[in-house]
């Protein structure tokens, strides 16, 4: 008995040793909308992903350091993911690096439809998250998870407390003219504001969904007058690609919206060039 | 009249010296020179290597990203194969004291040993003076010069942003590229690449 109990205790051990230093700064958690989905319908998943305290992880941009959270999905046949949503991040300035993190919780949302024709099953879908997670020093960490999904007729029960993981999600305010002129050195963004638009924004910026593209540590000078905000966006000087729109989000310090929940919109915009 | 000539003799003069010296970093624009002391305490002046083609790489011993390249291997079997084809390579680290990948000159050679590594030389960059100049962000991030002191690669050591030593072989290695196009009279086909990996420790 004495052997057994030193043998499952060494082991135990050597668990404990291997694992990795990035698995122990990052909790991975999964909630979902509802507790069922019928066939033909949609669920929204949120993965949560909870740094330590002093830890980050990154956006899907990271900037100049890091590596973006990614998770893989195995999904059966007939589930399909149609959207995909990150948080917005927390752009961090140190010294001459400047990046996208998340110091807090946070959730990436996926959208997972399901096709008309799904068996009603109780299903359990595996899927991986790998991320680096630093504060000094940097550290890659995985898990494999588990998402029980319900496919059922019955009528679903629904998480209360799902909504609020939009608060923080960048949305396409339609009510907000946008547009974007491409010169040698800058992109400008013009953002015609809504009427009745009244908001003092006093900190406006772009975090592109681009890397290289653009030189993440310059300032972005915006004016406010005539009905528009017009932010200047340096472009990286190394960078002689030629592209034709501009992918991101634009952060703002107020509300952007008539019901004051959203701080971020989401922009894909072509853009005359001189 | 005579003012005007000479003056603009004297802005002809400071255009002509801009276009051969630089004090930022550039795409194919001449490399900022440099100079630094290496870990045996000999100095090394990038314009002295004008002639060769020179790797500068960030390195920090302790970065996860610099470990994928050195514990497989990658890092080293590059610099092997391209120092016997001349080329001069220079790994350079600015952490600065008390931080991530700082180490005394003894530790420095000790992992130079254990690693197998092949670099020309080791330059220690503590108040990160010249990573600045090259704006250099993480570790490894790789510049490559010609030997007319051209900027002709800046970026990634490869296309596979992971700390993953198995994505090594399915990656794009752009510096063997931008090396293979150089020692073949040609320009780099991939200049620019988004550089991965922790950032620089600076001050």
Redesign the interface.
């Known amino acids: 008995m004495n052997k057994l109990f030193a043998l499952v205790m060494l082991f135990f051990g050597y668990g404990l040793l291997t694992a990795s230093e990035g698995n122990k700064h990052v909790d991975i958690s999964v909630k979902t909308e509802k507790d069922i989905v019928a066939p033909g319908d949609s669920i929204w998943v949120a993965v949560i992903i909870s740094p330590k305290k002093g830890y980050h992880t990154y956006w899907r941009n990271p900037g100049d350091s890091g590596l973006p959270t990614v998770i893989d999905w195995n999904l059966p046949e007939g589930i399909k993911i149609v959207e995909h949503k990150w948080e917005i991040p927390e752009k961090n300035i140190d010294g001459e690096i400047t990046d996208f993190i998340y110091s807090e919780p946070h959730v990436q949302l996926y959208k997972l439809a399901v096709a008309d024709n799904f068996p009603i099953s109780d299903l359990k879908i595996e899927f991986r998250v790998e991320w680096l997670v630093c504060k000094t020093a940097c550290f890659p960490g995985d898990k494999d998870m588990i998402l029980k999904l319900k496919v059922s007729d019955k009528k679903p029960k629904l998480n209360k407390k799902f909504a609020a993981y939009f608060d923080n999600i960048p949305q396409r305010l339609e009510e907000w003219g946008i547009g974007a002129t491409k010169y040698s050195d800058k992109i400008e963004i013009r953002l015609t504001k809504p009427p009745g638009y009244s908001e003092k924004i006093r900190k406006i910026e772009f975090y592109p969904y681009t890397e290289l593209v653009y030189d993440n540590s310059a300032k972005q000078n915006f004016t406010d007058e005539d009905g528009a905000i017009v932010i200047e966006i340096p472009l990286n000087k190394n960078f002689k690609d030629n592209f034709f729109n501009i992918q991101g989000i634009i952060v703002a310090d107020e509300y952007l919206d008539a019901f004051k929940k959203y701080k971020a919109i989401e922009i894909n915009t072509i853009f005359k060039t001189f | 009249m005579k003012k005007f000539i000479f003056a603009a003799l004297i802005f002809g003069l400071i255009s002509v010296f801009q276009s051969f010296a630089s004090d930022k970093?550039?795409?194919d624009k001449k490399a900022p020179d440099f100079t630094l002391t290496d870990v045996n305490g000999k100095t090394h002046k990038l314009s002295d290597y004008k002639g060769k083609i020179v790797v500068l790489e960030w390195i920090n011993f302790?970065?996860?990203f610099v470990k994928k390249h050195y514990d497989s291997k990658n890092m080293q079997k590059i610099q092997d194969e391209y120092a016997k084809k001349g080329i001069i390579w220079l790994a350079i680290c600015s952490s600065a004291p008390e931080?991530?990948g700082n180490f005394t000159k003894d530790e420095i050679k000790k992992r130079i040993k254990e690693t197998g590594s092949k670099m020309s030389a080791y330059l220690i960059d503590e108040d990160?003076k010249v990573?600045?100049l090259y704006?250099a962000?993480?570790t490894p991030h790789m510049y490559i010069i010609n030997k007319d002191g051209v900027l002709v690669y800046?970026g990634a050591i490869d296309s596979i942003?992971?700390?993953?030593k198995e994505d090594i072989s399915k990656a794009e290695n752009y510096v063997k590229g931008a090396l293979d196009a150089l020692l073949n009279g040609k320009m780099p086909a991939t200049?620019?690449?988004?550089p991965?990996?922790?950032?620089?420790?600076?001050?």
């Open positions: 970093v550039e795409i302790d970065c996860p931080k991530q990160g990573g600045k704006e962000k993480v800046m942003k992971s700390t993953d200049k620019v690449t988004q991965y990996g922790c950032s620089v420790k600076y001050k």
